[in-house]
T-cell receptor, first 111, second 112 residues
Framework: DAGVTQSPTHLIKTRGQQVTLRCSPKSGHDTVSWYQQALGQGPQFIFQ???????QRGNFPDRFSGHQFPNYSSELNVNALLLGDSALYLC??????????FGPGTRLLVL | KQEVTQIPAALSVPEGENLVLNCSFTDSAIYNLQWFRQDPGKGLTSLLLIQSSQREQTSGRLNASLDKSSGRSTLYIAASQPGDSATYLCAAFYNQGGKLIFGQGTELSVKP
């Protein structure tokens, strides 16, 4: 079992650009959640996808959007990047609405 | 507002010491509480999950307790080792299908 995988591992973008991050859930999991972790902070919930629909959303602007595919994998898109979007983006998957398993994260640097 | 707070923000101890990390949450209607470990630049590794109906969970040298009435959880690490050096995060889960609310973490350094 490969667990939760994320790609890419690192990414450098400039302000105003757009970025897409990808996540493949743990085998058997149907729910994917995304979190943003700024340096020195705890992760902050962005949104959660279940059955290809956004089920919950945290306090993030519409520049942050996502998608879930029929195979349960997911994408996080961020438009009009700001310097403050620089962070570690974590994906978590689950199938019992309780225990979430986290991937290694994607480190995004916005210059 | 549902918030999770961790104290202290950083902790340095000599190898072999027993230590306690603290986590507090504002809303006692918790569904479960989870403790994670994070190594620098890495993702999260789940250590222990305590259901709201439980008082504690144990795994090896780790013991986590949960007191819903006081809004507190503690992670006890026995006989600390340099390999325990990492950031420890607690996270509260409030409802089914919901999100995890994280504390800011405690950065632990165990000196040989």
């Amino acid at each position: 079992d490969a667990g939760v995988t994320q790609s890419p591992t690192h990414l450098i973008k400039t302000r105003g650009q757009q970025v897409t991050l990808r996540c493949s859930p743990k085998s058997g999991h149907d729910t994917v959640s995304w979190y943003q972790q700024a340096l020195g902070q705890g992760p902050q919930f962005i949104f959660q996808y279940y059955e290809e629909e956004e089920r919950q959303r945290g306090n993030f602007p519409d520049r942050f959007s996502g998608h879930q595919f029929p195979n349960y994998s997911s994408e996080l898109n961020v438009n009009a990047l700001l310097l403050g979007d620089s962070a570690l983006y974590l994906c978590a998957s689950s199938n019992d609405e309780e225990t979430q398993y986290f991937g290694p994260g994607t480190r995004l640097l916005v210059l | 507002k549902q918030e999770v707070t961790q104290i202290p923000a950083a902790l340095s101890v000599p190898e072999g010491e027993n230590l306690v990390l603290n986590c507090s949450f504002t809303d006692s209607a918790i569904y479960n509480l989870q403790w994670f470990r994070q190594d620098p630049g890495k993702g999260l590794t789940s250590l222990l999950l305590i259901q709201s109906s439980q008082r504690e969970q144990t795994s090896g040298r780790l013991n986590a307790s949960l007191d819903k009435s006081s809004g507190r959880s503690t992670l006890y690490i026995a006989a600390s080792q340099p390999g325990d050096s990492a950031t420890y995060l607690c996270a509260a889960f409030y409802n089914q299908g919901g999100k995890l609310i994280f504390g800011q973490g405690t950065e632990l350094s165990v000196k040989p």
